[in-house]
């Protein structure tokens, strides 16, 4: 495969591989593999500080945040965040605007109240709602800033009385937004940060420790932080895959600096469905991904027909998810605008010839 | 660094850092990293499959018990097991025969009653406890097999009329016992399994689903079970170490035929430490460990020597854990005999020169 449209784990550079390949054999002219020197020797030390600290300049963190490298996926998080923030009798408000956002907020009510404030559910979550209350008696609100499956996205960050919860899994690190305006944002690594078996957590330690309900130790952000992020035997190689890719990604200029790529990247695609009627992108303008970009045919046939040209010309990860069928194009960090253009080349050669 | 004595993460055979460094490079010829390939591809549930049927056959075990691959290292399975297996009211009793056995102490009271039956921690951990009665009313019975940190271990299985639930991070597949006697069994990986950022659970089914409590997605067995150890993104390279790490055991003829070599390992090693009066076992000879060799020397200076000789000699993660002192030699599976052939040769030389 040459080009890579998976949707996650994805596409990370390619001298990111190199290094991550060359540490497994020998790491920092050791003698030994990175898989096998200890968590607590200088040698690891220096890696996660160099993530965490990376973490904190590409984001523009403040002091009052603290960055965390955590084991269990975001998946953990949708019951780690109310255990934590929620007290039994408080409320918790969340939008639902996904079928990632609909598993938060079946893990939340073990732990109290939620109210779900809106929900695009209507239209197989092809929106993202606009006109939704949240209550100023909440805990905090929490919503996912962009949906992988179903490829729309939240432009702009929610005005809010409480503290902002956010699942930045599939679009961290790909745009600027105002990290600081965040209590906590969590984001599965294997998208645009590094390697799957890793969780990067931001949190504003000010929110911790205000629910009554003890917490176990690995579950406890306030542990975490004391311990420096290294509580027990860290993901060593997801973290070390991380630190080299959030170093690759300063090189680049930042998150400011890949924006303006990933803004190349989705205007291309975009407008090449825009003007090719055969293509139908399945989300509505406004609120359209920058990162997963879905559509589909109205005849099963071309689809598959086009699906097979694009195996054959060497793309991975092109087909949608099955809620929603049809095709979608992840477009994270690492994917390069060159991929993109020989995809769209291979759209309109193909509209000509069947559309 | 030449050899590597690290109690974990620690060494892995050449040939897997050689095929993991490979497969960050180019997967199974596909052309895409091991890194950038989906979860729920072909590709990967082939690794998955494979990793939890060469458990199986190494273990022996039946048909009621399930492999998983987990997220959240032991650490986790400290307080995931009281949260699946001990409603409010009832009690588990637990064995205190080291620092990693009382950190469970420390988070299963969140969940239920406990009763510690042991401890040894009248004599620094130094021994196992022998007398003790588990009560027959326990929802089980939890205890480490092997003590990382104090290099004792427990050589043979303790009958109980409960489920038996063990901490088996370090010496788990280095020998032969009646897995199947287990209701459940939990390891990190970083030590006789594979790399760091994945743990191995096996669980005999019919233990699950007795509480009462609501749990967790991600904390409830049952879960994990039931989407194939594929709940949510797992770990992929810990995973894919893992894989080729127990395909490296499997063809060295399964636990039985290492757990020859780690008794040729051990036995050199012990003999060595009694025949020279300058080194000093700390563990009673009936339970010292065949993974973890703990001894100290009576002169702070000496030891100080003797540690920068070895260091001079390209041996890493040879000095002991704080809490003991002294020094600690991992023998773990991949290891060679070697290995230890050199530093007890490096040891008697010393001796002579110092003793």
Redesign the interface.
């Known amino acids: ?2 080009y ?1 449209f ?7 550079p390619n001298e990111v ?2 290094q ?3 540490g ?2 020998n790491f920092n002219n ?4 990175i ?5 607590r020797t200088p040698l690891f030390q220096g890696v996660l500080d160099e993530a965490r600290q990376t973490v904190r300049e590409l984001m523009h963190l403040n002091a009052d945040h603290e960055v965390l490298f955590l ?6 998080q ?2 780690q965040i109310p ?1 934590n923030l929620l007290d039994e009798h408080a409320k918790a408000a969340y939008l639902d605007c996904g079928v990632w956002g609909t598993k938060p907020i ?2 939340a009510p ?1 732990f109290g109240q939620i109210e779900v404030v809106a929900s695009s559910k209507d239209k197989n979550y092809s929106y993202i709602p606009r006109h939704f209350t949240i209550p100023a008696d909440a805990a905090y609100f929490h919503y996912t800033t962009n949906n992988t499956i179903e490829g729309t996205q939240m432009h702009c960050v929610p005005e809010t009385p409480v503290p902002l919860v956010a699942d930045m899994s599939s679009d961290i690190l790909s745009r600027s937004i105002d990290f600081n305006k965040f209590s906590l944002i969590y984001a ?1 690594a ?1 998208k645009n940060i590094g ?4 969780t990067l957590v931001v949190v504003n330690k000010n929110v911790l420790g205000k629910v009554s309900r ?1 917490i ?4 406890d952000y306030r542990k975490h932080i004391e311990n420096g992020s290294m ?8 973290i070390y ?1 991380c630190m080299l890719n959030l170093r690759w990604l300063k090189a680049q200029g930042g998150v400011e600096a890949i924006e303006k790529i990933n803004n190349q990247k989705a205007d291309l695609l975009y407008q090449t469905l825009d003007s090719l009627p055969l293509f139908k992108p399945t989300v509505v303008k406004e609120d359209r991904s920058k990162m997963n970009v879905v559509f589909v045919m109205d005849d099963p046939e071309q689809e598959k027909a086009f699906l097979d040209l694009c195996k054959q010309e ?1 793309m ?2 092109v087909k949608g998810h099955r809620s929603v069928g049809g095709f979608r194009i992840s477009l994270y960090n690492a994917l390069p605008l060159s991929s993109v253009q020989i995809l769209t080349d291979l759209m309109k050669h193909f509209a000509q010839k069947r559309g």
Chains 1, 2 share one sequence.
Do not use: C, D, R, Y
């Open positions: 495969m040459k890579n998976n949707a996650g784990p994805s596409i990370l591989f190199e991550a390949s060359q497994v054999l050791t003698g030994l593999s898989l096998e020197i200890g968590h084991h269990g996926g975001a998946t953990t949708f019951f255990m079946k893990e073990l599965g294997q390697a799957a078996g890793v003890k176990p130790s690995m579950m509580l027990n035997t860290p993901p060593v190689f997801a895959v060497g991975a990860g």
